[in-house]
C-alpha cells in the first residue's frame, strides 16, 4: 500500500501565486464551489492556497488559513477526472502540507469543515487523518465586498 501511495502521490504541493489562480478557480468549481449569484474574482490566491500537481497536472487544491491558536483548512477542490488513487493521494498530501504550514506559522491546531455530501467523508478523514469532530453545523457565507 505505501508503494501505491508512494507511486500515485502528487509530484509537487506547492504554495500558490497569483499566476495559478486559473487552476484554482479550475479546480473549486469542478468540486461544486461556485457562489450563485456572485462573481467571484479567483484572481487572487496568493499566500492563501496549496496546489496539488501530478505529472505537470493541477489535480487539487486547499486554502490554509493561520488563525491563533487553531488555523482554519477549506475549500479542498479536487479533480473529478483523476483517478480514484490520484485524488486519495492528492487529499493526504494537501492535508500533510497544509498543517506543516499552518504548524510553521506557530498555529496550534487545524479546523476544518467535512460535508455531509458524499456521504463518507467524515469516517474517511477520521480513519485516515485522525481528525476528530468537534461539532455539527452548516456551512454558512456572507459576502465581504
Not at 487572487?44 to 489535480?59: E, N
Not at 490554509?64 to 477549506?74: K, T
Not at 487529499?91 to 498555529?107: E, M, Y
Request: hydrophobic fraction near 45%; glycine fraction near 6%.
Amino acid at each position: 500500500m505505501a508503494e501505491l501511495a508512494r507511486l500515485h502521490s502528487p509530484s509537487e504541493i506547492v504554495i500558490a501565486t497569483d499566476e495559478m489562480a486559473p487552476e484554482i478557480e479550475r479546480l473549486a468549481k469542478m468540486t461544486n464551489f461556485e457562489f450563485e449569484g456572485w462573481d467571484i474574482d479567483w484572481s487572487r490566491v496568493y499566500p492563501s492556497w496549496l496546489l496539488a500537481y501530478h505529472d505537470g497536472v493541477a489535480v487539487g487544491a486547499v486554502q490554509a488559513l493561520p488563525g491563533y491558536p487553531v488555523g482554519r483548512v477549506e475549500l479542498l477542490s479536487i479533480d473529478r477526472d483523476q483517478s480514484h488513487d490520484v485524488r486519495v493521494a492528492a487529499i493526504k498530501a494537501l492535508w500533510i502540507a497544509s498543517c506543516a504550514s499552518l504548524a510553521a506559522q506557530g498555529v496550534q491546531g487545524a479546523a476544518c469543515t467535512i460535508p455531509s455530501v458524499p456521504s463518507g467523508w467524515r469516517d474517511f478523514v477520521e480513519e485516515n487523518f485522525g481528525l476528530i469532530a468537534i461539532n455539527e453545523g452548516t456551512i454558512m457565507m456572507a459576502r465581504t465586498t
